[in-house]
C-alpha cells in the first residue's frame, strides 16, 4: 500500500485519486442564468443531499485546476442566487457530458446539447425537459473552501419545488430504482449505470464540440437517433469533409452497398452501429455521404 501527503503532489494527481476512490457520485446538472438572463447548463459530481426539513441539496463548482478560473456556474448562483438541479438518467448522459465543453461566456448550453429548455414555476433558471427528476433551488449560501485550483465552493441550495417525470415512479407514487435509471460518475472518463454497471463516456476536456445544434434537421429529425447518439455527434470538433466522405465511401463495401440502394433508413441505422461502437467520425461520413 501507498501512502500519500497531499501536499507534496500536484493539484491534478490528487483530484484523479480522490474521484477514483469517493464514487459514484451522483450528478448536478445545474441549471442558472447570468444577470442578463442567458442561460447556463453544466454537471458537477460534488454533489448531494443533506437534509429533507428543510431540503438541502449542496454542490460544489470547484475552481479549475489548471488555471485556477472560475465556472459560470458559481458566478451566477452567487449573484442570482437561484439554480436548478436536473438529475442524469441513462437516456441523457451524452448530452450531459457535450454541456460541460468549455463554452466562451454567453453560449446557450441548452442549445449545444440539443436539450429543451421549460420554464420553471418559482425560480427563473429553466429546467432541463428530459431529466426525470428537477429541484428548483433558491441559493442559501455559497461557502468557498480556498482560493487555489481545484479549491471548492459550496452552494447551499434549499428546494423550493420538485418536479417528477409520472413514468418514474412505481406504483405507490415512490421513484421507481429501476425506472429512473440514473447514472454517476466514476474516476477518469468512467460513469456508472444503476443496475448495469460501468461505461465509459470520453470528457470533452480540450475539445470543442460542434455542439447538438449544429447537427443537420434530417439527422436530428430521425427515427433512428437517440438524444445520446446526437450528444455523440455533436462532440466532434468538426465535420468531415467531402473528400474524406469520398475515400471512406470508396473503400468501405458496406457502405457501398447501402448508398446504392438509396434507403435514407439503412443509411442511418447502420450510421447508428458505428455510434454505438463510439465510431462517430465514421457514423458522419454516412450520414454526410450522397448528401
Not at 2 to 28: D, H, M, T, W
Not at 88 to 95: G, R
Request: glycine share 6%; net charge negative; hydrophobic share 40%.
Amino acid at each position: 500500500m501507498i501512502s500519500i501527503n497531499p501536499k507534496e503532489i500536484s493539484s491534478a494527481k490528487l483530484q484523479g485519486y480522490l474521484q477514483g476512490a469517493v464514487a459514484p457520485r451522483p450528478i448536478a446538472f445545474a441549471s442558472t442564468i447570468d444577470e442578463n438572463g442567458i442561460p447556463n447548463l453544466s454537471p458537477f459530481s460534488f454533489f448531494n443531499v443533506f437534509s429533507s426539513n428543510p431540503p438541502i441539496l449542496i454542490f460544489s463548482p470547484a475552481r479549475r485546476v489548471r488555471d485556477n478560473s472560475i465556472k459560470h456556474t458559481l458566478i451566477n448562483s452567487k449573484k442570482t442566487k437561484e439554480v436548478v438541479i436536473n438529475v442524469v438518467n441513462y437516456d441523457i448522459v451524452q448530452q450531459m457530458s457535450l454541456s460541460s465543453t468549455e463554452y466562451p461566456d454567453g453560449v446557450n448550453e441548452f442549445l449545444k446539447s440539443g436539450l429543451t429548455m421549460i420554464k420553471s414555476d418559482v425560480v427563473k433558471p429553466f429546467r432541463v425537459a428530459e431529466s426525470p427528476v428537477q429541484f428548483e433551488c433558491v441559493v442559501n449560501e455559497v461557502i468557498a473552501l480556498g482560493d487555489q485550483g481545484g479549491a471548492g465552493n459550496l452552494i447551499i441550495c434549499e428546494v423550493v419545488k420538485i418536479h417528477i417525470n409520472e413514468a418514474v415512479l412505481d406504483e405507490n407514487g415512490a421513484i421507481d430504482q429501476y425506472k429512473v435509471d440514473l447514472v454517476a460518475r466514476m474516476g477518469g472518463n468512467w460513469y456508472s449505470r444503476a443496475n448495469k454497471g460501468m461505461f465509459e463516456v470520453e470528457k470533452p476536456i480540450s475539445t470543442l464540440g460542434i455542439g447538438v445544434d449544429n447537427v443537420p434537421d434530417f439527422i436530428k429529425e430521425s427515427s433512428v437517433f437517440e438524444g445520446n447518439d446526437l450528444g455523440k455527434l455533436g462532440n466532434i470538433e468538426a465535420i468531415p469533409s467531402e473528400e474524406e466522405i469520398t475515400i471512406f465511401a470508396k473503400d468501405n463495401f458496406e457502405i457501398k452497398a447501402v448508398l446504392s440502394s438509396d434507403d435514407e433508413l439503412k443509411k442511418h441505422e447502420l450510421a447508428k452501429k458505428y455510434l454505438d461502437n463510439n465510431e462517430v467520425l465514421s457514423a458522419w461520413k454516412v450520414l454526410l455521404a450522397n448528401k
